[in-house]
């Protein structure tokens, strides 16, 4: 038929205005956060900055299509050391979505454009690779924080990891629940598709940038993030701090495996 356009172009056109009206939905649901951290944050109480942050995080997470889906496992504690297994930029969101923590993050998380001041004005607290001055004193703080029934939370991986795969964790900041003597909550946390596989837009590993993996996710299939709250593992007096990321880390890997 003369004129008619290749099956394909058609095929490909709806997908490209679909992720055009997704990223003018998430543009303009940073702002709605930027707005709120300016405007809200500065005076709001600790309950109601929770509560803006469960709720932000969670639309977040429908306009990029991802449903959270919470496994079989242990009550998530209000007072705990969260700590999680590290596959992208979604994990602070889905956490967030479901009972919000103040984090520890790398400090490349800060440079997302907007995303990165945003997680910064909901509490998180960034370290730079390297810095024991740097680390001490944020240790105190997360000592503190913890002390005052906080939920504090982070990835021990110091970094992101394919789907399926754990690295070692690094155990610096798990004496920070010893010295609080406050429990280690493990967090496994997956993403799959709609055939239970792991979904293939969601590594953020090698040479993916930030603005990649948000494209690849909105231009993709749904996402299915699976998290479960493991059982906490006691920080008594006399814990060493690398036997407890050890147990954390087979905690998370066997329910990755489950």
């Known amino acids: 038929m003369t004129g008619a356009a290749p099956r394909g172009a058609l095929a490909d056109r709806p997908l490209t205005i679909q992720l055009a009206w997704r990223l003018a939905r998430l543009v303009f649901h940073l702002l709605q956060g930027l707005a709120t951290c300016a405007l809200v944050f500065p005076w709001a109480g600790a309950a109601l900055r929770e509560t803006l942050v469960r709720r932000w995080s969670a639309r977040l997470l429908r306009i990029c299509r991802v449903r959270v889906e919470l496994r079989d496992g242990a009550p ?49 607290v960034f370290i730079a690779r390297g810095n024991r001055r740097e680390l001490r004193h944020i240790f105190k703080g997360l000592v ?3 002390g005052a029934r906080q939920r504090v939370a982070f990835f021990p991986e110091g970094t992101t990891a394919s789907q399926g795969q754990m690295l070692p964790f690094h155990a610096n900041l798990f004496e920070a629940a010893i010295d609080a003597r406050v429990a280690v909550q493990p967090h496994a946390l997956a993403y799959v598709d709609a055939q239970g596989g792991w979904h293939p837009a969601v590594d953020y590993t090698g040479d993916t940038t930030f603005v990649d993996s948000i494209l690849r996710i909105l231009g993709g299939e749904p996402v299915v993030a699976r998290l479960a709250s493991l059982a906490p593992i006691p920080a008594e007096e006399g814990a060493h701090r690398r036997a407890l990321a050890q147990a954390a880390h087979d905690a998370i890997e066997a329910a990755l495996k489950r």
């Open 76 to 124: 998530a504690l209000d007072h705990a050391l969260v700590v999680a297994n590290h596959v992208s930029w979604l994990d602070i969101f889905v956490i967030n979505a479901v009972r919000p923590c103040r984090f520890v993050a790398k400090a490349e998380i800060r440079a997302w454009p907007v995303l990165g001041w945003l997680v910064e004005r909901a509490g998180t």
């Open 144 to 146: 503190d924080a913890l």
